[in-house]
């Protein structure tokens, strides 16, 4: 007969282990001493077990490793099809394809790429019915898979218009689309915006949640997944917490418009926390965030480069990027267990904690109008502003640290004759239906005024 190796011991519970940390702190409170309190509501405990899981159903998000995708914008269509081929020789396994309009030749892009083994994105900036339909026919005729990243609501919500549509509306347009296309995914959900903007993750969570119900109410016909591009930051536990809680909300919802629907999580690191000065930290962080992402589930991960803030597009970059994912996966082998995190008490607990406090939030949402009217009378930008300054106070006075930034600066580096790219919020002025979510890093101020400086 097998003996279990915990027989000889007595179960232990958490009224015991409280006991015994109240008395190792000779005379400290517990609360104020060892429980912290995140951003979310959150109260973190200095230890979880299976008491702290009672009456909660096990999480079962199966996975099934990651893609290492590559971003490229679409200029010139030579190189970035050059661009592509390499990625792909190099490790990447799908490519992100930013296209600005229809001037594109999308035939010609795809031409000579591998499209049975390597899925493609499209990021596309315009919405159009004859694009989207040569995009389907080449994926029928090459049996690939294509997911057009259509998001007029994230549109909305980033730049204040719509997109410029032949129909009377966007989702009129998307609808029609929806009724052609069998074989991509043209649903997207851009819920970066809203992290990056400031936002945290149980606001991040709700908003990318009532953002897809307003699709799914609107549009008829969708049978392919819905493309969620999220944003992680450097809380390493609480970000893999989210992308569980992704998938738990959006199944609770999907199954009352179609039971088979699924989401696609298409996972990059924030800009939030991202600096142009002590620049190198920037790898340390986008490592942290992929290994969340790993763990947390995603289908895809994107990686940031460390110098993408200040830097055009360029081969070092992305190279060291994709390497970074490269070696989490090969390496590392952190595609090779299903579902770590599983039985991890206190990823568990933090899961149905975000999961839950971002479901009462989306039910508030939708009791009081829906995203697209809390969008369009400015609750939602006013609601992630307000995250956003505690955060930036936190930051400002050093209880939030970005280091090499507002904790042990090099006073001797200088970025001023680095900057091929503008690092900062630009000022755009234009006619909008409604003021714009804007992304925002923490270090801005504090790095204009060194570039000021030098």
Not at 27 to 46: A, H, R
Request: net charge neutral; charged share 30%; glycine share 4%.
């Amino acid at each position: 007969m097998k003996k279990s190796l915990f027989s000889d011991f007595d179960p232990i519970s958490s009224k015991q282990w409280k006991q015994k940390i109240q008395f190792e702190l000779k005379g400290e409170d517990y609360n104020d001493s060892l429980i912290w309190n995140s951003p979310e509501n959150i109260k973190v405990k200095p230890f979880y077990n299976q008491e702290d899981l009672q009456d909660k159903l096990p999480i079962t998000s199966k996975t099934n490793g990651f893609k290492i995708c590559q971003n490229i914008f679409v200029f010139d269509l030579e190189k970035s099809i050059e661009r592509a081929l390499e990625s792909i020789e190099r490790g990447a396994d799908s490519i992100i394809f930013t296209i600005e309009n229809e001037s594109i030749d999308i035939a010609k892009l795809l031409e000579k790429l591998p499209l049975e083994t390597n899925e493609i994105y499209f990021n596309l900036n315009f919405i159009s019915k004859e694009y989207i339909s040569k995009i389907e026919t080449i994926s029928k005729l090459r049996n690939a898979k294509i997911y057009c990243n259509l998001d007029p609501i994230g549109q909305l919500a980033k730049e204040g218009n719509w997109f410029k549509s032949q129909e009377k509306d966007n989702f009129e347009s998307i609808n029609t689309i929806s009724k052609l296309i069998s074989n991509s995914s043209i649903i997207s959900i851009n819920s970066s915006l809203y992290q990056n903007a400031g936002a945290n993750m149980v606001q991040e969570l709700a908003y990318a949640l009532a953002h897809a119900n307003e699709y799914l109410n609107r549009i008829s016909t969708i049978n392919q997944p819905i493309v969620f591009r999220i944003s992680v930051g450097t809380n390493y536990f609480f970000e893999i917490a989210k992308l569980r809680a992704y998938r738990i909300l959006f199944n609770s919802i999907a199954k009352e418009y179609n039971p088979n629907l699924e989401c696609h999580l298409v996972v990059t690191p924030t800009k939030r926390n991202k600096t142009i000065y002590d620049y190198n930290v920037n790898m340390l962080r986008t490592t942290t965030e992929c290994m969340s992402a790993i763990i947390g589930g995603a289908d895809a991960i994107a990686n940031l480069p460390y110098d993408a803030l200040y830097h055009k597009d360029n081969e070092f970059g992305d190279r060291i990027a994709r390497n970074q994912l490269l070696i989490l996966k090969n390496e590392s082998y952190f595609d090779k267990v299903n579902n770590p995190a599983d039985g991890t008490y206190y990823i568990e607990s933090l899961t149905y904690q975000l999961a839950e406090k971002a479901l009462i939030l989306f039910k508030d949402i939708e009791a009081n109008g829906g995203f697209l009217k809390q969008l369009k009378e400015g609750i939602i930008k006013r609601k992630i502003q307000e995250s956003a300054d505690k955060e930036q106070e936190l930051f400002d006075s050093g209880k939030e640290v970005l280091l090499g930034t507002n904790k042990y600066p090099n006073k001797e580096d200088k970025m001023k004759h680095d900057l091929e790219l503008f690092p900062f919020v630009k000022v755009n002025p234009r006619k909008t239906l409604i003021t714009p979510i804007i992304e925002k890093r923490l270090a801005e101020k504090i790095e204009q005024e060194r570039v000021g400086k030098e």
